[in-house]
Structures are given as structure tokens and as C-alpha cells.
């Protein structure tokens, strides 16, 4: 099955400057310009959260940054290449905020547990994500896929250590992982989005149970 392709360009009458030669370095080098861009891409996630890809605009990024247009240029050619660092900033924010938590848990299971109230309490905050990720399946494939597969390569990785030692299966694998990160993912979109009121901690119960005991009958 062919890979969806890039369906953007660079914005158009934006001033958007051409490139000549190899492409620069555009890393922040202060702590100024660190705020900066963390400011840029904060305006960014509600620009896109709200009107999404094709709807927003540079210029309209900057003014919710509170920056000037040129320091757009600063740091990105292209509306594409700020949509393509938002996916990897908002993939970040998010494994900062859950694996400092998981990390605390006592055991695998309840790491789980606490992994899903944590992401379910990130969604709620940052509810613009959902809509980011998704359009990313069109505007920029392999940052949507990355973002799945190390999403998903964390929870593999919490797996294995916890086989490791011995607080559950031995056999988990990816396919394990997929899982619990497809549940995530969809308990995430129904009471993260769409249910705001339903208690955060009873979802995780309930499907933490699932994770520890299955479907099976119980005697």
C-alpha cells in the first residue's frame, strides 16, 4: 500500500524566503531563542488545534506568538516544516509529562494504570493534539508514523522490563504494545475529548483490569 503523500507547499504570500545552498542550522543558540521557539510552537499547536493545517497561516502563528514575522523565518522555512516540528514538540510534551510518572509506579501493572490516567489528563489539557496528530496522516506521513511507533516503542520498553522482572508474562512483544497503546489511543479520544466529566481513574481501573485478568469468566 502506497504512503499517503505530502498534500502542502510553503504558504503562499507569506514572504516565505527561498533557499539557496545547504540548509542552515536553525537551533536555538540562547536561552532567549529557546523561548522563542517554544513560544512559536505553542501558538502553533492552537493555530493548527483550531483551524488546522490548510486553514492556518504563518502570519497568524506569529501574532499568537506575540513575534515579529521575521522570527518565524528564524527557525522555519515553511508552514509544512512548523507543522512538522509541532508533531515532534507535541510527542515530547507528552512522554515528558507520562514517563516521569510511570517511572514511579511500583509495578507493571499499576504502571499501566498510571501510565493511562496520566495521558488521559495530558489529552484534557491539550486537547488540540488529537486534531494535530491526525492531520499529520496527510500533511506529513512519516512524522505521523513516527509518532505512533515511538508512542508505542515506550510502552514496548516498559513491557519487557517488566517481564524482565517477572511482574507479568514473559512473552510480551510488540504485539502487546500495539495494543494497550490502540486502547489508549481510543479511551483518549471518548474521555479525554469527548467526555471531560467521566473520572479519570475508574477508566483506568477498568481497563487496567482488562490488561491484568482478560475477558475470561471469572469463577
Do not use: C
Amino acid at each position: 500500500m502506497d504512503q499517503p503523500r505530502s498534500a502542502t507547499g510553503k504558504d503562499v504570500g507569506e514572504g516565505t524566503p527561498e533557499q539557496a545552498g545547504e540548509a542552515r542550522d536553525k537551533t536555538p543558540r540562547t536561552e532567549r531563542g529557546r523561548r522563542t521557539l517554544r513560544k512559536l510552537l505553542d501558538a502553533a499547536a492552537v493555530e493548527f488545534g483550531e483551524r488546522g493545517f490548510h486553514e492556518a497561516s504563518i502570519s497568524a502563528i506569529t501574532r499568537r506568538a506575540g513575534t515579529a514575522l521575521g522570527s518565524f523565518y528564524t527557525y522555519f522555512d515553511s508552514k509544512e516544516e512548523i507543522f512538522q516540528a509541532l508533531v515532534r514538540y507535541m510527542s515530547e510534551q507528552l512522554r515528558d509529562y507520562v514517563t516521569p510518572i510511570v517511572q514511579a509506579a511500583p509495578d507493571e501493572i499499576s504502571a499501566e494504570r498510571i501510565g493511562l490516567e496520566s495521558f488521559l489528563r495530558f489529552v484534557r489539557e491539550h486537547k488540540e493534539i488529537y486534531r494535530i496528530i491526525d492531520e499529520a496522516e496527510f500533511v506529513d506521513y512519516a512524522s505521523y508514523r513516527r509518532h505512533y511507533e515511538t508512542t508505542v516503542a515506550r510502552v514496548r520498553q516498559r513491557l519487557e522490563a517488566g517481564a524482565a522482572r517477572g511482574e507479568i508474562r514473559p512473552d510480551v512483544g510488540e504485539i502487546h504494545a500495539w495494543a494497550i497503546g490502540g486502547m489508549n489511543v481510543f479511551l483518549g479520544m471518548r474521555y479525554g475529548l469527548w467526555d471531560t466529566d467521566a473520572d479519570i481513574a475508574e477508566i483506568a481501573r477498568v481497563a487496567n483490569d482488562l490488561l491484568a485478568n482478560g475477558l475470561k469468566k471469572r469463577d
